[in-house]
């Protein structure tokens, strides 16, 4: 080897590192233009007209064994929400909770517990798996939404079911919310659940009222629901993108 | 294709580290929360005199990976708990939102890319030709492994050939590894786990899936580690260029001692 060739190496390995760094640099500016991250989101309706082309409308999510059960389920984002009217509701045991349904319904309600105990239910051992990567499989138990559906009757022009919650996120108490489609809203293992692995459910999972919306990931599933709405659009909620952490630059469609 | 799939692959590397840092920890099964250990897991923990350190644990042994796993510098130098340190990942500060963006944007561009080689490989006859081992091939095996260990490289004619071990690895890329990196990607998916139910039971459950798709993607970092090795040895800007403009250079058949 002649030192000609080690001394063109060591100058392509600085080029490298500094090209790299350049890179990198690069990416974090095009991370933070307004332009670029909407080209990425491109990526996402791609992903959900690919993904729905390859399953079926109603596909079922795999249920598990009681023998798969997380020891603990694992409780994330709120564990006891900081307000005191949720406050207020759980030191009664949520015996005064009513779920308010309102929107583009016939016969806008709400629900006390036990008539939601009484809807039509179904109890399903499934895995939640969270946009950090980690899953854990939990016994679930609760009224299918689209029992609750079939009470209010939805108007023709609803296209979005928007579940409005319990907990402040931040200091000025701007709430969690979610929104789902309607073809999620029927599907029958989406529950409004009370039960987790037959108890009920724990304040840090979300009590009294938590969705399971079992094709998506885990910030779709809003704990704490008080109140659902109808809409035909969720444009003028928030910040507009149909949940709390899509407007923070999650994907509304997190079936990926 | 070949420039396409570099930035692809660059990109969805250290977004993907971005997105495992997340939640820094690689288990087997169907969810994390079993009554097993994680395979693997970084830590950031602090000492009683505050300072933070990093351990790697790898099969239940603990490291110390201050500085790099675990625990690293951020923006403004003071050390954080986090799983890859910022100068790897995409983008540099924790933001697992944007990472998921550049990630699975890329991933697109990256399997339209390696279809639109496999297709072209296919009706070109290229992979007929040019990959597929012949008799030749699988009888010079022996010879061929004992050359790239010493580093010797063919030249005249066979310089514009791939060697028996060049393709058997071009084929194991491409048919093995980067197939599974696509498909344990794919099987993340609560939706498409729904597909089928019950299919990613296949790769020993969805915990599992994310950790051969962790390995995946490290078994082609090593991949490209040797490639672009051998790349610089057997003559760089020969070979760059050749990769450019499809122009290359042949050397004049030497003995074997005169080689450099």
């Known amino acids: 080897m002649t030192t000609n060739d080690s001394g063109r190496r060591n100058f392509l390995m600085q080029a490298l590192a500094a090209g790299s760094a350049v890179l990198l640099a690069g990416c974090d500016r095009l991370s933070r233009t307004e332009w670029f991250p909407q080209m990425l989101a491109s990526a996402e309706k791609l992903s959900q007209g690919a993904q729905r082309l390859v399953t079926a409308r109603k596909s079922m999510a795999q249920e598990f064994t009681e023998a798969d059960l997380s020891p603990t389920f694992r409780s994330n984002g709120t564990a006891n929400p900081d307000s005191p009217t949720y406050q207020a509701l759980a030191t009664k045991g949520f015996a005064a909770y009513r779920l308010a349904v309102s929107g583009l319904v016939e016969n806008p309600r709400s629900f006390s517990l036990a008539e939601l105990r009484a809807l039509p239910g179904r109890t399903q051992i499934t895995r939640h798996d969270c946009v950090e990567g980690w ?54 293992q989406t529950l409004l ?27 779709k599933m809003a704990k704490y629901v008080m109140a659902i709405e109808f809409v035909s659009r969720f444009d003028h909620i928030a910040g507009g993108k149909g949940g709390y952490w899509e407007d923070r630059g999650y994907e509304w469609y997190a079936g990926i | 294709m ?3 799939n570099v930035i692809a ?26 009554d097993r250990p994680p395979l693997v897991e970084m830590v950031g923990a602090q000492a009683p005199d505050g300072k933070v350190f990093g351990v790697t644990r790898v099969f239940g042994r ?20 986090r799983g890859f340190p910022a100068w790897a990942t995409v983008p540099g500060s924790r933001w697992l939102a944007m990472g998921r963006r550049w990630h699975l944007f890329f991933a697109w561009l990256f399997v339209i890319n390696g279809v639109s080689y496999v297709l072209y490989s296919i009706f070109s006859r290229h992979l007929a030709r040019d ?25 005249g004619e066979a310089e514009k050939r791939y060697n028996i071990l060049q393709k058997l690895t071009y084929l194991i890329v491409i048919f093995g590894l980067l197939p599974l990196a696509v498909i344990t990607g794919l099987s993340m998916s609560p ?24 390995v995946a993607a490290f078994l082609l970092v090593a991949f490209l580690l040797i490639h672009v090795f051998e790349v610089i040895v057997s003559g760089f800007w020969n070979n ?21």
């Open chain 1, 193 to 219: 659940a009370y039960e987790l692995n037959d108890q009920r459910l724990p304040i840090a999972n979300g009590a009294p009222i938590r969705l399971r919306v079992e094709r998506q990931l885990g910030y």
């Open chain 2, 62 to 81: 603990e490291f110390n990976t201050t500085g790099v796993l675990g625990a690293s510098r951020d923006e403004d130098g003071a050390m954080a708990a």
């Open chain 1, 135 to 188: 899953s854990a499989i939990g016994k679930w138990k609760g009224a299918q939404l689209s029992a609750l559906l079939d009470a209010v009757q939805p108007k023709p022009e609803a296209r979005y079911v928007v579940f409005h919650c319990a907990d402040p996120m931040d200091e000025i108490g701007t709430k969690y919310y979610e929104s789902i489609d309607m073809d999620d809203a029927r599907h029958p």
């Open chain 2, 131 to 155: 990959l597929a081992p012949t008799k030749t091939d699988w009888r010079s095996i022996g010879r061929s492994i004992i050359d790239h260990l010493l580093l010797r490289h063919p030249s």
């Open chain 2, 240 to 260: 760059l260029r050749s990769m450019i403009t499809g122009r290359y250079r042949v050397r004049p058949t030497e003995t074997p001692h005169d080689n450099e």
């Open chain 2, 191 to 214: 939706w498409l786990d729904s597909a089928i139910t019950g299919w990613v039971d296949l790769l020993g459950g969805r915990q599992s899936a994310r950790t051969i798709h962790f």
């Open chain 2, 2 to 4: 070949h420039w396409v």
């Open chain 2, 9 to 34: 692959f660059f990109v969805l590397l250290m977004s993907g580290l971005q997105i495992f840092n997340a939640h820094p920890a690689l288990n087997w099964g169907k969810s994390s929360y079993t």
